[in-house]
């Protein structure tokens, strides 16, 4: 590669594009599913990249990963059965598994080719992986939602790539359908939702879909991510059965475990909706 290469991921979308300074690419493969790409970058650490799009990268992964799970596990009294579909990273699992309160997580990833190249290239990341209460699958997580038994989860995430591909099915109310069915009173479901910037109708869509499939309370949180377009993104949790005021801010203030953007402050942040934001979703 020459001294001044780059990797440019670019968003049709938003008519926009971000790009990272790389030295070398590590690793190209195309698996059943998708084309993964690991790239050694001059500033962001390593960065993987599944068909063209940005995944993870060592510097700013923490933001999402945390983002994904602590806001959810905070706001359920006990979430003690947990599932991830998607997340082959395994980032948001070694989240997961900071809450002592959590008995098992599942972690449902189509690609075991994702998991495999983040234990290579994002050890740390993995660091979780031979936890007792966790078990990894490499099955659809769209199949595995639909056989899960009823009223058996606290908690699902999906951390998912876009909605294309393998996961378009992951944003549709035949999906949250079967999340509903498989979680108990007081359980909550939350998928990274994109940037509220540049994807303001799919959040509205996915939230009606929710909706539809019997979820009440549903919030969107958003917060920075400077590797995914705009850098500016969001989740947006639902919840069956119980609405989503509040979360349990004393048990936030005294976690037993380190993060480096989460806290009660990011936790309520994150919550407030700029206007444009709250006008389009009916807040
Ligand atoms: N944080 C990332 C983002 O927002 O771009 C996503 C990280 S994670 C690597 C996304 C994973 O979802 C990918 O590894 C992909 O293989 C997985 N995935 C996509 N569709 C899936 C499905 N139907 N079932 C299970 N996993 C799926």
Redesign the pocket.
């Known amino acids: 590669m020459s001294d001044n290469a780059w990797f440019t991921e670019q968003h049709e979308h938003s008519g926009s594009s971000i790009g990272f300074r790389v030295k070398q690419l590590l690793h190209s493969e195309k698996t059943p599913?998708?084309t993964i790409e690991i790239y050694d970058t001059t500033d962001w650490g390593k960065l993987m990249v599944?068909d063209g799009?940005t995944?993870?990268s060592t510097r700013d992964n923490f933001l999402?990963h945390e983002m994904m799970s602590h806001p959810a596990l905070f706001t359920h009294a006990r979430a003690k059965r947990v599932v991830i579909?998607?997340?082959?990273?395994c980032g948001t699992l070694r989240e997961v598994l900071r809450h002592d309160e959590v008995e098992k997580a599942v972690q449902?990833?189509?690609?075991e080719r994702?998991t495999r190249l983040a234990e290579k290239y994002f050890p740390e990341l993995c660091e979780a992986n031979d936890d007792p209460r966790a078990e990894l699958l490499f099955i659809?997580?769209?199949k595995y939602m639909a056989e899960c038994e009823p009223d058996s989860l606290d908690l699902v995430i999906v951390?998912?790539?876009d909605p294309v591909g393998?996961?378009e099915?992951?944003f549709n109310a035949a999906f949250y359908s079967s999340c509903y069915k498989a979680l108990r009173h007081g359980g909550i479901l939350v998928q990274?939702s994109e940037s509220p910037l540049v994807h303001l109708d799919l959040i509205k869509s996915m939230r009606n879909a929710m909706k539809n499939a019997g979820f009440q309370a549903a919030k969107t949180l958003s917060f920075p991510q400077p590797v995914?377009p705009t850098g500016w993104w969001s989740c947006t949790m639902v919840r069956k059965g119980a609405d989503l005021a509040g979360f349990r801010e004393r048990g936030a203030a005294s976690k037993q475990f380190a993060t480096r953007y989460y806290n009660v402050d990011m936790h309520k942040a994150a919550l407030a909706l700029p206007e444009f934001v709250r006008e389009a979703l009916g807040e």
């Open positions: 599913f998708q599944i799009c995944m993870v999402y579909i998607g997340g082959g990273d449902v990833e189509i690609d994702v659809d997580g769209i951390d998912s790539t393998p996961a099915g992951l990274q995914y």
